[in-house]
């Protein structure tokens, strides 16, 4: 890397930065009471919030994450995609509007309507704090690999100070500006990332004359293998012995890994904290629907660009120069931003990598704020006003809590990141949702549509959502070439097979759900009479707002 391209990062970075930070800090002058931290004041439209939502969707995983794994593995790639896009099905039917309608200002007040405040909302703030960093990860490795590869950084200590930066600039954004400053940030990204994934695509097709199976047939022929643009490159894959001969065991459970993965992305969206508690930010249920709308549009297209993203990356750039510079492949897209302005060495590619870069380092710092916004307000509202201050708190001491709890999950964030550098950013999300999908939708649900459901139900279908626990003992940990422990320290206990556990664990946690509220004899069906009346209406919510 040569001192112009440096340069051009530094100054990039340091505008956006600047620039965000100013928005925030305007925000924050709006912030006047507790709700204005919360849900920004409950005023922003259908459009705005489903700009925000792209922002806050369209992370590290959508632009580095799945560019990378198209340009090393092909079509597999992009059923990342489909199962990110699909998913917003399940949120706009079954919980955008309920949610609206039910809850203020996290997914423990809906829990908390018709069950006891105590163990439902402190449940609902553990799952949202696991959730949120298991998120955290994934963007704060992508910001890692991405600053290092526009700085020419090669000293792991490098990477650190980039996601230490990364993690306080996030806490700022959090504990000055809260939601409304978070929002506009993610208005700011959202609209950034979309022009740029859009000025790449057309720079890709322009380079094929706008012949897409060129483009195609041009990645795999770079790549090496035959069978590049057909499945089975990383999931579902036939694997064999040392022999030569077929192993079913195992290539039974490649399969049940993809089937796996599916699950988790197309469910975990709905059970996904920082998403919940953007239906908060509209005034009415027709505007969380409206901002559903809006996001699926914009996710939508930015998904179909990442086929001319990733497959551009594969042919024009090529997998062995990718994964030299990081085997995981998030850097796939940078990079061949710099070869369509013209490649290494050249003003021209300077440019198009540090535009690029920035642009994917303002979708990670606005993802990041976004994630330390829904975990801290939860630690604020659900554990520390209603269950340790017994709903006595004062909205001023909410609010200087969730402000703290920033820092805590912050540093937490910072810490963890630095250690699981190295994997996918995609693959990281992926596990973000199976976690999401296994404890917050099964309670979400069967609070919101079943009338017998209580709270050992919500309790047991949250806590003891097993995902976190198998994916300990799953090749994620130990055991596998690309675990986070290494595999030549002989430390190995990887007795679960798949490394998503989602088609395990989402079963699981409604299971458990069931199984909970069976062995309770607490019932409340006026409480869910009124729950559903106002879930489906509206009826009340103003009331409850004013409160």
Not at 402 to 422: K, T, W
Not at 426 to 445: E, H, R
């Amino acid at each position: 890397m040569n001192l112009d391209h440096t340069t051009i990062s530094s100054a990039l970075f340091l505008l956006f930065v600047l620039v965000t930070l100013y928005v925030v800090f305007r925000a924050s002058r709006q912030n006047t009471k507790a709700t204005d931290f919360y849900n920004g004041g409950g005023n922003f439209s259908g459009f705005q919030n489903g700009l925000a939502i792209a922002g806050d969707y369209m992370s590290a995983a959508s632009f580095l994450g799945i560019a990378g794994t198209i340009a090393l593995f092909g079509y597999d790639g992009f059923l990342y995609s489909i199962g990110f896009l699909v998913a917003w099905l399940v949120a706009l039917l079954l919980v955008a509007e309920p949610l609206r309608n039910s809850g203020r200002f996290t997914m423990g007040d809906v829990l908390a309507f018709r069950m006891k405040q105590r163990p439902v909302r402190t449940a609902a703030a553990t799952s949202t704090v696991v959730v949120s960093v298991f998120y955290l990860l994934a963007q704060m490795v992508g910001a890692g690999a991405l600053v290092s590869l526009l700085m020419g950084f090669t000293d792991p200590a490098a990477k650190n100070l980039v996601i230490v930066g990364v993690g306080i600039l996030m806490i700022i954004y959090v504990t000055v500006g809260g939601m409304r400053g978070t929002t506009y940030v993610q208005i700011i990204k959202a609209f950034l990332l979309m022009s740029g994934a859009a000025v790449m695509t057309i720079m890709v097709l322009v380079h094929f004359q706008f012949d897409i199976s060129q483009m195609l047939g041009a990645a795999q022929q770079a790549s090496g293998n035959a069978n590049f643009l057909e499945p089975g490159q990383k999931f579902g894959k036939d694997i064999f012995d040392e022999a030569g001969n077929l192993d079913a065991v195992k290539t039974l459970f490649s399969k049940l890994d993809l089937i796996s993965l599916a699950l988790a992305l197309i469910l975990g969206t709905a059970g996904l904290p920082h998403i919940l508690i953007r239906f908060y930010t509209v005034p009415t249920s027709k505007d969380a629907r409206k901002s559903v709308n809006w996001a699926i549009g914009n996710i939508g297209a930015f998904y179909l660009m990442t086929i001319a993203l990733g497959f551009g990356a594969a042919a024009l750039v090529g997998a062995e120069a990718i994964t030299e510079k990081d085997k995981a492949g998030n850097v796939a897209a940078p990079m061949l931003a710099e070869y369509l302005g013209g490649g290494t060495g050249t003003v021209g590619g300077a440019v198009m990598l540090a535009v690029v870069g920035a642009i994917a380092f303002a979708t990670i710092l606005a993802v990041v704020a976004g994630l330390t916004l829904a975990s801290s307000s939860s630690l604020a509202h659900d554990l520390y006003a209603n269950v340790i201050k017994d709903g006595k708190a004062t909205p001023e001491e909410e609010v200087k809590v969730a402000r703290i709890a920033a820092f805590v999950i912050g540093g937490l964030a910072i810490a963890l990141a630095i250690a699981a550098q190295g994997l996918n950013v995609a693959f990281l999300v992926a596990l973000a949702f199976a976690i999401a999908a296994s404890g917050n939708l099964p309670a979400v649900l069967l609070s919101l549509f079943w009338k017998e459901f209580n709270t050992r139900g919500a309790v047991w279908a949250i806590y003891l959502f097993s995902a976190v626990g198998l994916l300990i003992f799953s090749p994620v940990v130990s055991g596998a070439a690309t675990s986070l422990i290494p595999i030549d320290s002989g430390i190995a206990f990887n007795w679960f097979p798949l490394a998503n556990p989602g088609l395990v664990s989402i079963p699981f946690g409604f299971f458990m759900g069931w199984l909970g509220t069976k062995t309770s004899n607490e019932r409340n069906y006026a409480k869910y009479a009124e729950l559903e009346v106002r879930s489906l209406t509206g009826a009340g919510i103003a009331k409850a707002v004013q409160h």
